[in-house]
């Protein structure tokens, strides 16, 4: 069942650990689905490798099935990212008229300089699992054979070198023809998925470009509570008097500067990388937009040259036939995606602005128990005349 926040199912915030228990409510409801799935894959135990020419990282794809596409119940390899962007491009290549998953960029995590660092590949970690959780839970790329390999082949390289002739053959089955062929207009409800994906994506870069700004701001202002603190202890250690309430405040100022730092890193590990995550999405999306677009021109194209014929008893050609199929096909498909992606958005977006109220609840209550802590340093003091 969806949870509404605005209407449906009441939401009881009257303690602090209200939100964190609704959230873990909400995953556990999404999870529940997983006692009919045949197909479990996670992405873990990331290590570092140097060599000669070059240093990376790789990471341990592990698998457990009961499909009988697979020769055991369970599969554990190492994969780089080359490999998960091997994988993807082979998708792509013998699945034309699906929406592929998209991968993080390459060299840039957003906030991140260090692509060996601890955040960085903790972050591409997350992002990886998830790029093949999307493909596992889909119901036709789940079962491409490009995926099967990735899964289970201990050297991946080898099929690389080979060229997978046979896998290559049936992408090749699928491949369309782009030509030069111009399209007259699009149908308006794929017209309307392209104006939203263009909407949604221009929101999706402008929350991403703001939230970045305060992040980095509150990050300035992380700084300067630092060394704002330690003045009050100095202060302190020369008025007798009131040692005591200073090293109060220079105590609780420190505690705000745990609970924003800890924010900021919420911020920049969860919130941010599913915003990223979404603006690739929706450029995949409109990709395979294009695509229909190129197959349905080349459609219309076709059908005008047999009209130009006027034969006298007029009959499709073949070739016409198939590039129909492909029309409708892109289309079926198209539209499946387009449904499961929307769910898949709903869910991630309603668990990301909820985790994101939970965080900040902790924050300002961190931050309030910490100044309410000192009051009573202050009430104690008999007032100086």
């Not at 554990?76 to 994988?87: A, E, I, P, T």
């Not at 080979?162 to 049936?170: N, R």
């Not at 794929?190 to 991403?208: N, P, R």
């Not at 979404?278 to 937009?289: A, F, G, P, R």
Request: one cysteine or more.
């Amino acid at each position: 069942q969806d949870l509404s926040l605005p209407n449906g199912t009441p939401v009881d915030t009257s303690s602090p650990a209200s939100s964190s228990s609704l959230l873990n409510r909400l995953q556990l409801d999404d999870d529940l689905d997983g006692e009919t799935r045949d197909l479990f894959v996670t992405v873990d135990d990331p290590k570092k490798h140097v060599c000669t020419m070059e240093t990376y990282i790789t990471y341990r794809v592990t698998t457990k099935t009961t499909r009988a596409e697979f020769d055991l119940p369970e599969y554990s390899v190492r994969r780089r990212y080359q490999d998960f962007d091997w994988l993807r491009i082979k998708l792509e290549e013998s699945q034309p008229t699906h929406l592929i998953p998209p991968l993080p960029e390459k060299f840039v995590v957003k906030g991140v300089v260090d692509r060996f660092s601890e955040e960085f590949v903790e972050t591409r970690r997350k992002a990886l699992d998830k790029f093949l959780k999307r493909i596992t839970d889909h119901p036709v790329l789940s079962f491409n054979e490009h995926f099967n390999v990735f899964l289970t082949a201990k050297d991946l390289n080898a099929y690389k070198k080979q060229g997978m002739a046979l896998l290559s053959k049936m992408g090749e089955s699928v491949k369309y023809v782009t030509g030069g062929y111009k399209l007259r207009s699009r149908p308006l409800e794929f017209a309307a998925i392209g104006e939203y994906l263009d909407t949604f994506s221009l929101k999706l870069g402008t929350i991403d470009r703001i939230a970045q700004r305060i992040i980095k701001e509150q990050l300035e202002y992380l700084v300067e509570l630092r060394e704002y603190g330690p003045v009050y202890s100095t202060w302190g250690g020369l008025e007798v008097e009131l040692s005591e309430p200073l090293e109060g405040v220079s105590a609780c100022i420190g505690n705000c500067c745990t609970a924003l730092e800890e924010l900021s890193e919420d911020m920049t590990e969860d919130f941010l990388p599913v915003l990223r995550e979404y603006i690739l999405y929706s450029e995949s999306m409109k990709n395979v937009l294009k695509k229909r677009d190129q197959v349905q021109a080349e459609y219309e194209a076709k059908l005008e040259a047999v009209a130009l014929k006027k034969e006298d008893r007029p009959k499709v050609p073949t070739d016409v036939e198939k590039c129909q199929d492909r029309v409708e096909c892109f289309n079926a498909d198209l539209k499946a995606d387009m449904e499961r992606w929307q769910n898949n958005k709903r869910q991630d977006f309603r668990q990301l602005l909820m985790g994101m109220a939970d965080k900040n609840i902790q924050y300002y209550e961190k931050c309030l128990t910490a100044w309410e802590s000192i009051i009573p340093l202050l009430q104690d003091k008999p007032e100086t005349k």
